[in-house]
């Protein structure tokens, strides 16, 4: 698949701008209270969006720091140019490209690139997902009480804290990780590391590749609610076929 090959190249091109500037000398500017952006984030986008244009210009883009590009074709790139800002702020090396090719409104290609650890996670519809070309599966546990877990927190707790959620399935299982990162807790429940993860407050491009990497690893992915519009409203669970209905039923018990 031709843009296979083209996001897989960029990704790497882009993540040596990442790469360069980690732990060294940022600019940080504030997007909300919490949510920080940098100058890193805006250049690996600018380069990103700069290559869209230059061999796929009928496509559209949706980027976290670009905003929204129509195109002609019915093809969009989704892009997170730096998801683990704070992370990598901090010099926390848990941070990742992560790039996703949606038709209409499924998405078809993910690849997620942690630039740090040099770890990359791709997956195309139907070809199943692959860490570092070799082949990757969600765990088999099937308890929760055997489980490991991870999630994250909104920038904004008016509506939602994800507190409640997060007590509840930390006394059911062996416990829960906050790392920081929605797409790479994705490809990490793809790889079997970790068993499941919950997610409230998200936008398109912290999980359409995710999610597509996990469910091509054999996982389940769905809204709080059990349904296909994780994308559309910003929360998802992605677990193996075991522990997801575990999960959605305590969550749906709150």
Known sequence: MVELDFILDVVKKSGQIIKKNFKGSILITHKGETDLVTNVDKEVDALIRDEIKKYFPQYGILSEEGGTL???????????????????????PNVCISIALMEEKEVILGVIYNPISEDIYYAVKGGGSFKNGKLISVSKTENLSNSLLATGFPYDFSEYSNFPQFEALF????????????????????????DGYWEKGLSKWDIAAGSLIVMEANGVVSDFRNGGNYLEKGEIIAANPFLHPQILEVLNAL
């Open 70 to 92: 129509q195109g002609s074709s019915n093809k969009v790139f989704v892009v997170d140019p730096l998801d683990g800002t704070t992370n990598f702020v901090k010099g926390y």
């Open 171 to 194: 006394r059911k299982t062996l416990s829960v990780r906050v790392d920081g990162s929605a797409a790479l807790d994705l490809a990490r429940v793809a790889e079997g590391v970790i």
